[in-house]
């Protein structure tokens, strides 16, 4: 019995010592709130809640973090789980509610359920009245309806400010001037001294376009309370929204005077210059910071942020490490270290971080679209549109996911399918005059998108208005000026295509596109020093070593187009020795080993790359080149170990389908299913389907493989006809093959004929063949 008590007792000690414990981080968490230390606070918080997992001030905390911070979700699911554990509490409740209204597909049956809980458990209270108001604001209530709502919220407790502040902003959304002003005025008689009041004003003030009575309101918050942050902030944006930067700027210069150099304070100011284009300015401020307060993260994410915007990826990934080095679970730094992967054309690494971070925080918006992309790179349709469920689920009004749809159905060879999405996501983001930039930005992209997949049609007259309507949106970007030279090049109207490629290297003059588009164009025209005169410009202007590689890749292929075949492979040396993990300067010298009949050569390359980087693209050449060499079994064991990286590999499953059909003897069921899911990520691609009918044609099922042997011809014609490849008739002559194996020796006989017409597109001995096949019938 006593050793029972002594139990009971430690467990009690132990239980205590955890409640403290979890306190203390409570505590901690609520002093970085005031100090607007948000990230440390969300770290706080959590690690109270992995010390007690019923501790509702944490949940509460951090759900104050994210919102500050933000992210909105997270913020939701925070204030949920606090409330799983005390429904009663009314304030948490009102938060809530006012989240649910915030979102982009605002929560409304919810907000209204809470509403009802708090107003029954308290009929006064102040802050479900003007919940209760802007619930009809939402749901599309008369005005009468709703300002009855905020004068009974007014009447209720008459000196609450925050009561005429919402009836004001709600005026103001109506253009009830007049009304808003003697609002606010009411609101600022009972309080002089209120530091909001002056703020809503002068907000208001702005709005209708008193810009000098605004400033006036702006400057007197900060007289009345030099140490209030939110007076600064509002003043400074108040100057920028008005292009006065140096006014602006000022103001930072005073909070930090008064409020003192710390790092929150130093980071607002380096936003302001990230907004105004200063980016060399920001890192500065940044790197002082880092100096003065090395773990302070929220420095280190701007300056990834800064690296990747610049593609400078080893920069921005050196950040993160840095950041996973101070916190192993921080999902925001794995996701910033997967898109430096992305960034380097790396998406299996990138996949790893993003299943790290998507396990600590599923619902991570940026987490689950990066996935999309990186799933994308690869090709792998299935699990991007996996995971585009799980973005739509979460986020249900996100206007990304109709990009994300068509961006996959363009993938699959869908064009039509992703010409309805994008033609949807248009029509719900025609240009409004209180339309967000996010909405703006899309917009742009979605016209880019429908024009370049006009241009793959050969639709030009569509793909030139769209592409135009992209790149009169601002920002106007180099990648406008370069899909429309390419629509001209296409159209065969070269100097345009050359004046486009130059407007776009004047935009962004190290931009990789526009730079190889101008030396292809010039290259395709036989003008030849002048690519290279313009080539070595952009070599001379370069600052940054990490482009080296691709300018000397460049120069190599204007070489090898010029039959210069030992300059060319000079250059890519040259490529290799500045950037020894630089794999497009392999890829081209294995390519270029090989159109010199040098194959064992061009496969040392790839296996030089495989060793650095495994990849299924790299299997897939290998295997390529070991069929040349008619080396089967070797080709068979590369299209495997490509499989094996990436099991949804299109053109690894088909190369493999066709090896087990016409050279290994292998198992005929398992080439059968290699090619029908080769045909389910891309559908339109002839090849395909040649190889499923030979499959088809191997197992003597005849009227399948003819079905097939079809599809994979018509598919070429059409192929053949909206581009500049050949048709190659090779289809039609198994398709003959197919008819003769049926006893079809008529219609077989007709496709004959049609191939041997096409002579000039088939090799020597595929013509003795057909010409062979015909006399025999």
């Known amino acids: ?52 997992p019923s501790l509702v001030d944490a949940y509460d905390g951090l759900a104050k973090a994210y919102q500050a911070l933000g992210q909105i979700s997270e913020a939701i699911a925070s204030l949920e789980k606090a409330l799983r554990i005390k429904p009663e509490n009314l304030e948490m409740k009102t938060r809530l509610a006012s989240l649910y209204l915030l979102v982009s597909s605002p929560q409304l049956s919810e907000t209204e359920k809470i509403i009802d809980e708090i107003l029954s458990a308290n009929p006064n209270y102040v802050d479900a009245h003007i919940l ?19 004068n009974y919220a007014i009447q209720l407790e008459p000196q609450r400010q925050e009561s005429y502040f ?65 007076a600064y902030e509002a003043t400074a944006n108040f100057y920028l929204s008005n292009g006065e930067l140096n006014k602006a700027e000022q103001i930072y210069a005073k909070l930090i005077e008064n409020l003192g150099s710390t790092a929150e304070n130093l980071t607002e100011l380096a936003r302001f210059y990230l907004k105004t284009g200063r980016e060399n300015d920001a890192i500065n401020i940044f790197e002082k910071i880092l100096q003065q307060e090395p773990e302070y993260t929220v420095a280190r994410y701007h300056l990834a942020e800064i690296y990747l915007m610049r593609g400078e990826s080893e920069k921005a990934r050196k950040e993160t490490e840095n950041l996973l080095a101070y916190d192993k679970k921080d999902s925001g730094a794995l996701i910033l ?115 370049l997949i006009f241009l793959e049609q050969r639709k030009f ?135 010199q009949g040098r194959i064992d050569e061009a496969l040392a390359k790839y296996q030089e790359v495989l060793q650095k980087r495994p990849s299924p693209g790299l299997y897939v050449l290998a295997g390529i080149l070991e069929e040349l060499r008619k080396n089967w079994q070797e080709a068979e064991k590369n299209y495997r170990k490509a499989l094996e990286i990436d099991p949804d590999n299109p053109i690894a499953a088909n190369n493999l389908a066709w090896m087990i059909a016409t050279q290994t003897q292998g198992n005929l069921d398992e080439a059968l299913s290699l090619a029908q899911n080769a045909i389910e990520k891309i559908r339109n691609e002839p090849a395909f389907f040649d190889t499923l009918g030979m499959v088809y044609l191997k197992k003597g099922l005849y009227s399948q493989a003819i079905e097939s042997f079809r599809r994979a011809t018509l598919l070429d014609e059409t192929k053949s006809k909206s581009s500049t490849d050949n048709p190659n008739p090779i289809y039609r002559l198994r398709l003959a093959h197919a008819l003769i194996q049926a006893g079809n020796k008529t219609q077989a006989k007709k496709e004959l004929e049609l191939t041997i017409k096409m002579e000039r597109f088939l090799k020597p001995e595929d013509l003795d063949q057909a010409k062979n096949l015909l006399r025999s019938l």
């Open 132 to 150: 209760k108001a802007n619930l009809l604001i939402k749901t599309g209530a008369s005005e009468d309806e709703i300002l009855k709502v905020f």
């Open 337 to 451: 270290r997967a898109r430096t992967f992305l960034q380097e054309n790396d998406p299996l690494r990138a996949i790893k971080d993003l299943d790290l971070a998507l396990k600590i925080q599923p619902s991570s918006k940026a987490g689950i679209f990066y996935m999309i992309q990186a799933y994308l790179d690869l090709g792998q349709t299935e699990k991007a549109e996996l995971y585009l469920g799980d973005l739509q689920k979460y986020y249900p009004d996100y206007p990304y996911s109709k990009l994300l749809r068509a961006q996959i159905e363009t993938l699959r060879g869908n064009n039509e399918r992703a010409l309805q999405e994008l033609t949807q996501l248009l029509e719900v983001s025609k240009p409004s005059i209180d339309q967000t930039q996010e909405i703006r930005d899309l917009r742009k992209k979605a016209l880019s998108a429908r024009g």
């Open 166 to 230: 919402a009836l004001a902003r709600f005026l103001t959304q109506r253009q009830r001037y007049k009304e808003a002003e003697d609002i606010l005025k009411r609101a600022l008689n009972i309080n002089e001294k209120s530091v909001n009041a002056y703020l809503e004003y002068g907000v208001f003030l702005n709005t209708v376009g008193r810009i000098d009575e605004a400033e006036k309101m702006f400057e007197r918050s900060i007289d009345i309370n030099s140490q209030f942050y939110p």
């Open 1 to 52: 019995m006593r050793s029972r008590l002594v139990l009971i007792v430690i467990s009690s000690v132990i239980y205590l010592s955890c409640i403290n414990n979890a306190q203390k981080y409570v505590q901690l968490g609520e002093e970085f709130l005031q100090k607007r230390k948000y990230e440390r606070a969300v770290m706080a918080f959590r690690t109270a809640i992995d010390i007690n």
């Open 461 to 595: 007259q569509e793909a030139e208005k769209s592409l135009l309507e992209a790149a009169s949106l601002e920002p106007m970007l180099a990648s406008d000026m370069t899909n429309l030279a390419r629509l001209h090049f296409l159209k065969k109207n070269f100097s345009e295509a050359i004046r486009l490629y130059e407007k776009a290297l004047e935009l962004d003059k190290m931009n990789l596109d526009a730079l190889s588009g101008l030396i292809n164009t010039l290259k395709f025209n036989k003008k030849f020093a002048q690519a290279h005169e313009r080539l070595q410009k952009a070599i001379d202007e370069n600052t940054e070593i990490r482009l080296l590689p691709a300018f000397h890749v460049l120069k190599s292929q204007l070489f090898q187009a010029e039959g210069r075949i030992s300059e060319a492979s000079e250059e890519l040396e040259k490529a290799i020795k500045i950037n020894q993990n630089y794999l497009p300067a392999y890829i081209s010298y294995a390519e270029l080993l090989t159109a």
